[in-house]
């Protein structure tokens, strides 16, 4: 059996660290086949707008393979491949710095601050950990092994070379990876901890909170007490699996939602602006793993620290 043929490599660089959007034209392009530009606006003019595709067409914003502005007066060529840059709506400067914990020629272990994207989605693009590292660092292949949430703050491992990303996911993927986390939530004297918590957790997509609910349990999480003072206590989390906000969900479960969520126990109001002064209390401190690809011992730890338990 053949192998699938490999795409050609994009003749456009990367802009603000992101990659040009690849399009390959279909055996079957839906009635719009009489030429390029035909069937581009047919096909993106309901995202961009049919206005708009012709000026980036008139622009030469569409390139083939060499490189090359393409005309919209064209033949369609089924098979063809063709690049572009999107249009990027302004996005507001997250005012944190993401640091650096390690970097050789493999890996990259980043400091992700709150506030920021891991890597682009929805309205989130320019302003992510992955475009930030491949503009500063120089690095246009960088990409994230795994994700951590946007109001998150902590480790991210990103793969500088992209044939051993595939090895690095595989960690995430198969739970090889031991993952502690940093919380700082009310103390309950009642409540016995340590405790493990397992639950079924159901994410919609387009609904901002998760819900747990009857069924199998699809999600754990260990939780330690670490130290309290006052009405205020410093947890160690330990995930065993990683659902969609599973550790702001099983902390709330135990009537102790992590200081500042603005989705647990209560969805704030959406299309809020980000307060950078109530960053979520919560940290990926440390990640631990055997090296897939060198067979060492990897253990990194945050250099961050949450706002409302500065000392350790």
Not at 54 to 79: H, I, N, Q, S
Not at 84 to 103: I, K, L, N, Q, S
Not at 195 to 220: F, Q, Y
């Amino acid at each position: 059996m053949r192998g699938r043929r490999k795409p050609p490599v994009s003749p456009l660089p990367q802009r603000d660290g992101i990659d040009a959007v690849r399009v390959r034209l279909p055996e079957d392009p839906g009635g719009a086949r009489g030429c390029v530009g035909e069937h581009l606006v047919a096909r993106f003019g309901g995202a961009i707008g049919a206005v708009r595709v012709t000026e980036m067409l008139d622009a030469g914003r569409f390139v083939g393979a060499d490189g090359v502005a393409v005309r919209g007066d064209e033949p369609y060529v089924a098979g063809r491949f063709l690049w572009f840059h999107r249009d990027f709506t302004a996005e507001e400067p997250v005012p944190f710095p993401v640091g650096v914990v390690y970097r050789d020629e493999r890996l990259v272990v980043a400091d992700k601050p709150h506030f920021l994207a891991t890597m682009p989605r929805g309205r989130h693009i320019t302003e992510t950990a992955v475009a930030r590292l491949r503009r500063d660092l120089e690095l246009p292949a960088l990409q994230p092994a795994h994700r951590l949430d946007r109001l998150t703050a902590g480790l991210v491992l990103f793969v500088v070379r992209p044939e051993d990303r595939g090895a690095y996911q595989t960690l995430f993927r198969d739970r090889l990876v031991r993952k502690e986390y940093e919380a700082v939530a009310p103390y309950d004297p009642e409540l016995t901890l340590p405790r493990t918590v397992r639950s079924r957790i159901v994410k919609e997509r387009g609904v901002l909170a998760a819900r747990e609910e009857p069924g199998e349990a699809n999600s754990e999480s260990r939780v330690e007490l670490v130290k309290h003072r006052g009405g205020v206590g410093r947890y160690r989390l330990l995930p065993a699996t990683g659902r969609t906000h599973q550790l702001r969900v099983h902390m709330n479960a135990l009537g102790l939602p992590i200081v500042h969520d603005p989705l647990y126990p209560v969805v704030a109001a959406e299309g809020e602006p980000d307060d950078w002064s109530r960053p979520l209390q919560l940290l990926a401190r440390v990640l631990e793993f055997t090296d897939p690809v060198g067979g060492e011992q990897r253990r990194f730890e945050s250099g961050l620290r949450l706002s409302a338990w500065p000392d350790r």
